[in-house]
């Protein structure tokens, strides 16, 4: 019953099927691989990406999608382990093929499903301290209006044994691996994963190419932080580095830019109407983001025009939120 309510959780928050969770065969999903760069893929399923750096030290995983594709994510990492490394090369006495760590992006179970599948193969996971203190505790997860569901605690087997305030570094298959944490975006645990030296970017659930992303003002979210995280990367990153969106397909810098630019032109236009007063329910009647319905409100779309418009909202009204606790309006 746990797993089929987090599984349920999980589809609604990826926004990847209309169908709840337990409906889902799993035995239909197939991994796809797409390659970044030498040694580092993405790995894409039901849930959130996967990116992997695989090497001769192992294999490193940004997030770890749904518990029962745990099974077909190693086997796609022993396929390309073998294309690339020779699938047994010694490195710090691991294969190419196994999973040595998995960073979380966040805690939402499409990106932290199978966390316990590769911790019980030796794996160590990592994240930010909100991440564990989430995953850990359950809560609430929601935009602080038409979206809003349970959240579970999980096992202790899931929960990451390593975390860290804002940066952490993992030195694996030559590269250095920067997880850095940026406060306050898509829940307050966010981080976004670098390859310096791969020249690509790992973003979870800040950069999303599905429609309107979903923000999680509940769990600490804020189109604010949104905004700020995404102007970092575009700083960081060089102009031609790949960028892994949270859902959808590898992204380039000029699609990173014109998705920040509509977060800034739609927080605008509901700004501007606070400011003149109107409510929540005018900016509704009155399709005030109507301007980007057709590009990033697809037919049943999950978060919809007026699920965004309530998202931003909430966002700009100041919504705070406690860990394991319901969403608080000042």
Known sequence: MLYQRLCCLAILLAATSPAPAQEQDFSKVEIRT???????????????????????????????????????IRAAIRGVGAGGTGGSQPGNGSRSDQVRYVINTHY?????????????????????????????????????????????????????????????????????????????????????????????VAMGDIYVRYGFPFIDINSGGSVQGMI???????RLVPADARVVPGHGD?????????????????TAAVAAALKTGKTLAQMKEQHILGAW??????????????????????????HTARHGGPTRSR
């Open 228 to 234: 700020a995280a995404c102007e970092d990367v575009l």
């Open 34 to 72: 797409t390659p970044l760069a030498e040694g580092l893929y993405v790995l894409q399923g039901a849930g959130g990406n996967i990116t992997a750096s695989v090497g001769a030290d192992g294999a490193l995983l940004v997030d770890s999608e749904y518990a029962p594709l745990a099974d077909k």
């Open 108 to 200: 939402h179970y499409d990106h932290t499903g199978a966390n316990a599948a590769f911790a019980q193969d030796g794996a160590t996971l990592i994240a930010q301290d909100n991440v564990r203190t989430r995953l850990k505790t359950g809560g609430t997860a929601g935009n602080g209006g038409s979206i809003t569901r349970e959240v579970p605690a999980v096992e202790a087997t899931a929960l990451p044994q390593v975390t860290f305030d804002h940066e952490l570094t993992v030195h694996v298959n030559g590269d250095d691996v920067r997880a850095v944490h940026y406060p306050s975006a898509h829940t307050d645990g966010d981080s976004i994963v670098y390859f310096p030296q791969k020249g690509a």
């Open 293 to 318: 319905s057709e590009r990033y409100s697809p037919p049943k779309a999950f978060v919809d025009t007026d699920a965004f418009t309530e998202t931003l909202y909430n966002s700009l009204r100041g």
């Open 250 to 266: 590898v992204a380039g810098v000029a699609d990173l830019r014109e998705y920040l630019q509509m977060l800034k032109d739609t």
